[in-house]
């Protein structure tokens, strides 16, 4: 049983399109993450949701749109795709906020041509 | 500029040999984690350290948090290829929800 799941592995797609990266997780956690990791690896936070609600919104295009439908689920979506945009997204969720453990999708390589 | 900084960033050893991964910053952590990233998956937490002077065991790893808990370190005895991968560290500050990570360091551990 994978405890956070997201979908597509890898998407590849062309400048200006709308695409969505789907995250679930079986934890029963009430804290949901999406992160970015970049071409040298640095892992950065963009949104946090608690309970379907939007606590943490890191310095991000307004192209990039959050959104949980409920607590098990934080979907990202994104329009009008730029190539800055290509890397490596993680869903992940924690127990709570603060100090808990956060666990890990297996991440979507994306990638805008 | 980043509010964990990791060092060295890659580091490549041979198997048997000891190594030491080093997190610090110049602010105070509520705690901090130290997680293994390998190739294609997601970061898998290790361990996680709250109290000032704090060291922990897991194995061969051993990890510590600084008296001052602004800095960590992990250290590896006698690494196997196993322990090959992205070592990232991370830490809560004070009334904080994000967890902030440090730049990660490559290990790559030669049979």
């Known amino acids: 049983d994978t405890a956070v799941s997201q979908t597509p592995k890898y998407l590849v797609t062309q400048m200006g399109n709308d695409k969505s990266i789907k995250c679930e997780q079986n934890?029963?956690?009430?804290?949901m993450y999406w992160y970015k990791q970049d071409s040298k690896k640095f892992l950065k936070i963009m949104f946090s949701?608690?309970?379907?609600?939007?606590?943490i919104n890191e310095t991000v295009p307004n192209r990039f749109s959050p959104k949980s439908p409920d607590k098990a689920h934080l979907n990202l979506h994104i329009n009008s795709l730029e190539l800055g945009d290509s890397a490596v997204y993680f869903c992940?969720?924690?127990?709570?906020?603060?100090?808990?453990?956060?666990?890990f999708g297996q991440g979507t390589r994306l990638t805008v041509v | 500029t980043q509010l964990l900084e990791q060092s060295p960033q890659f580091l490549s050893i041979q198997e048997g040999e000891n190594l030491t991964v080093y997190c610090n910053s110049s602010?105070?952590?509520?705690?901090l984690q130290w997680y293994r990233q390998e190739p294609g998956e997601g970061p898998v937490l290790l361990v996680t350290?709250?109290?000032?002077?704090e060291v922990k065991k897991l194995k061969r790893l051993t990890f510590q948090f600084g008296d001052a808990r602004k800095d960590s370190s992990l250290h590896i005895t006698a690494a196997q290829p196993g322990d090959t991968g992205l070592y990232l560290c991370?830490?809560?500050?004070?009334?904080?929800?994000?967890?902030?990570f440090g730049a990660g360091t490559t290990v790559t551990v030669r049979a």
């Open positions: 992940a969720s924690s127990y709570a906020v603060g100090n808990t453990e956060a666990f």
């Open positions: 934890l029963g956690h009430d804290t």
């Open positions: 949701y608690n309970n379907k609600e939007l606590i």
């Open positions: 602010s105070v952590f509520s705690s």
């Open positions: 350290v709250v109290t000032g002077g």
């Open positions: 991370a830490g809560h500050l004070y009334n904080d929800y994000k967890l902030s």
